[in-house]
């Protein structure tokens, strides 16, 4: 069983790293705000308790968080382990984690505040598929469509310039602490983010003690 969390500023690649893992390792990734932009783009409840926070870059409250996280995590449903992205964001939800679940390691991506700038300004999906691009790496052949199906590319709502700087000043006020937190358990593997991706995911893999490739 492998459980961890990966942290990381917004365009860092949690995602990404993620992904490559949990794919790799039968994880179960378990990503909040992907879970929150589903309750927006369904019009749930919670959706509508979070539309208004999420689109202007802030945090949502602890205790619809936890609980957010407490259901995913009690659904059982990983056999060889998850890989928890986008939580804990503050100490509060740190010492939660802490105190329910054990974890075997937290992969912290770094990455410098203009790369992250450069970065997520230049992030697009598609509006109907969901596939991800990257204006500067990864740029569609058509300007503004999907390779894929052809629909349209769009931003999410909050990888604007305004929603970033309160996302970065948040990061920094709330999730170092975090990783200080983590510290003290001595389980911190930091990364540089700011190589390829392959070669970011190798690295990870070094730290965490993982065979290179599967
Ligand atoms: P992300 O995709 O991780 O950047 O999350 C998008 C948005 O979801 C954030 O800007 C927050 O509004 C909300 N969110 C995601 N995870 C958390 C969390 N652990 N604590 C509070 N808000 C969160």
């Known amino acids: ?15 990404t790293q993620g992904t490559m893992l949990a794919r790799d390792f039968d994880l179960v990734q378990i990503a909040v705000g992907d879970i ?5 783009q369904n019009h749930s409840k919670l959706g509508a308790q979070v539309r208004r926070v999420m689109a202007s870059g802030e945090l949502v409250g602890d205790d619809l968080v936890e609980a957010v996280v407490r259901q995913r ?3 059982h449903d990983w056999n060889y382990g998850f890989i928890v992205d986008g ?5 509060n939800q740190a010492e939660f984690f802490l105190e329910s ?16 700038r450069r970065r997520v300004l230049a992030r697009r999906s598609c509006s109907r598929c969901g596939m991800d691009y990257n204006l500067i790496a ?69 730290q965490l003690g993982l065979p290179e490739s599967q």
Not at 101 to 116: A, K, M, R, T
């Open 101 to 116: 679940y054990d974890i075997d390691g937290v992969i912290h991506l770094d990455l410098p505040d203009d790369e992250v």
């Open 1 to 15: 069983m492998r459980k961890y969390v990966i942290m990381g500023v917004q365009g860092s690649g949690k995602g």
């Open 138 to 206: 990864q740029s569609p052949k058509v300007e503004g469509r999907c390779d894929a199906c052809g629909a349209e590319l769009i931003s999410r709502e909050d990888d604007t310039e305004e929603a970033l700087a309160s996302r970065l000043r948040d990061y920094h006020e709330k999730t170092n602490p975090v990783l200080d937190i983590f510290r003290r358990k001595e389980f911190v593997f930091t990364v540089d983010a700011r190589g390829e991706k392959a070669d970011v995911q190798q690295e990870i893999r070094k």
């Open 73 to 75: 995590l009690n659904e």
């Open 36 to 40: 929150f932009r589903w309750h927006v």
């Open 87 to 91: 939580f804990p964001r503050n100490a």
